[in-house]
């Protein structure tokens, strides 16, 4: 702003005050003029002689070329650039109209001169600030609000801001996307990975799930990859069910019934394990499994004929007796493997060996790999001690014949028939023990050199504990014929029949509990491998396994 005022004026100012000053620059006097000091009369101007002299006002010791303590009164223009301080603005005493453009440069502003309580709200517009005259440093973050105005459309992002809070747009660039954990990422497209063969596909963008409004995405939205998926369903669904009827099963049902791949009855069996075991019967029939009974293969027993027991050493060392038809009158039949049932050797035992004539072996029993008995019609017994290769006759007596036969060990063996006999001395002499109105032939089978169990027609079971020396009568709880016994050990037994009759003591005999077999084909053998594990085998190929004891793990 340019005001004029006359020296005068300030002369006056100085003399009422009483303290005009002068102070007068040091230095050096041009020639001719080192006189002319202070006020200078120079025609219609009064100025200062010297330019570093200096002029105080209300003060003696002036600080600049004029210095003046007091208020100041001026009336008309005064040209004074830079004459204004913060000190002498009120807040919000400049407002834009006060200001001219491009009145106030940054070089007039001290650092912190003007803060926002000096400068009234919108003030000062943006095209009164030069360009590059205010600098970041200059501006308090605080106090200053990014108002953004403008937004972008689906699928894009907001590049730039400018002045006014519009906003610069560009589309997302879905080349960077990466397929994370359980996706797959082909081309543009996303595919969800499931556990079978289906997937849902979808194009990679930016949408998010919350930007999706229900039942936005249909099934014809999906594609066709949602038949695969359904499919995979399906199939986990028929897997599932499947799972959950063997689930049932296993705890509903403790005897399973198995797939024989026959219709042959089966008269024998043997386990050797919880895997291994085989099973025998009509027509030449030998099965053998080794995974549980989930699958029974049959192999070439090289004979058609009856067969009637099954004992096995070992998984490869097996021997099944029969009857041999249509040979030599009617020979007696062995059969042999040690490699598992690859191949079975054809043993005929001579029946000039034994005095009767008989022509079948009913069953065997083995005390080890060598020592063997079998036993059969008209009494007979006979004994091996090299594997079967050579077999040597013990007893024959006609009129009752042998069904069964038990082995502990080498000395120790009991067979049972129409009676009971048993050596100790490995079949040197053998021992009537018990002679009953019923036939026996529901079998013999030995926990041990003491305890045997031996059962037969009309629900009979019997038992001894003294080595046979007696024989105790047991309440079997039926009247129908027992077709085999089984004694696992001194306390648990198991005993099966006809309609599929299943009896079990696990008190040494003092009650047999009927067990639910779910068949009513007759049973005609029974073999363990443990007190868990069993095996039995009947009418029409029937092959049942337990391996709860019997018992069912939950009532229904």
Request: proline content about 2%; hydrophobic content about 40%; overall charge negative.
């Amino acid at each position: 702003m340019r005001h004029r005022v006359t020296v005068a004026v300030l002369i006056a100012l100085g003399l009422v005050a009483g303290t005009l000053s002068f102070a007068a620059a040091q230095g050096p006097q041009p020639p001719g003029l080192a006189a002319l000091v202070g006020w200078v009369r120079d025609g219609g101007v009064v100025r200062l002689f010297q330019s570093g002299d200096t002029v105080g006002i209300g003060t003696t010791a002036p600080t600049a070329k004029l210095h003046v303590v007091g208020n100041v009164r001026i009336d008309g223009d005064v040209d004074c650039p830079g004459c204004v301080h913060t000190a002498d603005l009120a807040d919000s005493a400049v407002t834009s109209p006060k200001i001219a453009d491009g009145g106030v440069a940054t070089s007039d502003l001290a650092d912190g001169a003007v803060t926002t309580a000096k400068v009234a709200a919108n003030a000062i517009d943006g095209w009164k600030i030069a360009d590059g005259s205010i600098r970041a440093a200059d501006v308090n973050a605080a106090e200053v609000q990014v108002r953004v105005t403008g937004s972008c459309a689906l699928g894009s992002s907001i590049r730039a801001i400018d002045s006014a809070g519009g906003v610069t747009c560009e589309t997302d660039d879905n080349s960077t996307y990466a397929a994370g954990a359980g996706l797959a990422l082909s081309g543009t497209q996303f595919s969800v990975k499931f556990g079978g063969t289906g997937s849902a596909t979808t194009a990679a963008r930016s949408d998010h799930a919350h930007e999706l409004a229900d039942g936005s995405v249909t099934r014809a939205k999906i594609g066709a990859d949602v038949n695969a998926i359904l499919n995979d369903l399906n199939d986990q669904n028929t897997v599932l069910q499947a799972r959950v009827s063997a689930l049932e099963t296993l705890l509903f049902t403790p005897w399973r019934p198995q797939t024989s791949g026959t219709g042959n009855l089966l008269i024998s069996v043997a386990a050797v394990d919880a895997n291994t075991a085989w099973a025998v019967g009509s027509s030449g029939t030998i099965l053998k499994t080794t995974n549980g009974g989930a699958t029974w293969v049959t192999q070439v027993a090289g004979t058609t004929a009856e067969l009637y027991g099954v004992v096995a050493a070992d998984a490869n060392t097996a021997w099944v007796v029969g009857e041999l038809v249509g040979g030599s009158g009617s020979d007696y039949l062995v059969l042999n493997t040690t490699n598992g049932g690859a191949t079975w050797g054809l043993r005929i035992i001579d029946r000039s060996l034994a005095s009767g004539g008989t022509r079948a072996l009913r069953a065997v029993a083995a005390a080890d790999r060598n020592t063997l008995w079998a036993v059969g019609d008209c009494g007979t017994i006979f004994k091996t001690t090299d594997g079967g290769a050579t077999w040597v006759p013990q007893h024959q007596l006609c009129g009752y014949g042998f069904g069964s036969i038990a082995a502990v060990d080498t000395n120790t063996v009991w067979a049972a028939g129409g009676y009971i006999l048993k050596t100790a001395n490995g079949g040197a002499t053998w021992t009537r023990q018990y002679e009953s109105s019923q036939p026996l032939y529901g079998g013999i089978s030995a926990a041990n050199a003491a305890t045997a169990w031996s059962a037969g027609e009309t629900g009979t079971i019997l038992k001894t504990t003294d080595g046979g020396a007696t024989w105790v009568a047991q309440s079997s709880g039926t009247t129908r014929r027992v077709n085999r016994v089984l004694a696992v050990d001194s306390n648990t037994a198991w005993a099966v029949g006809p309609a599929g009759m299943m009896l079990k003591t696990m008190n040494g005999g003092a009650t047999w509990t009927a067990q639910a077999s779910g068949t009513t084909n007759e049973l005609l053998s029974i073999s363990a491998a443990g007190s868990n594990v069993a095996w039995a085998v009947g009418q029409a190929g029937t092959i049942l396994k337990t391996t709860s004891g019997g018992v069912a793990l939950v009532s229904p």
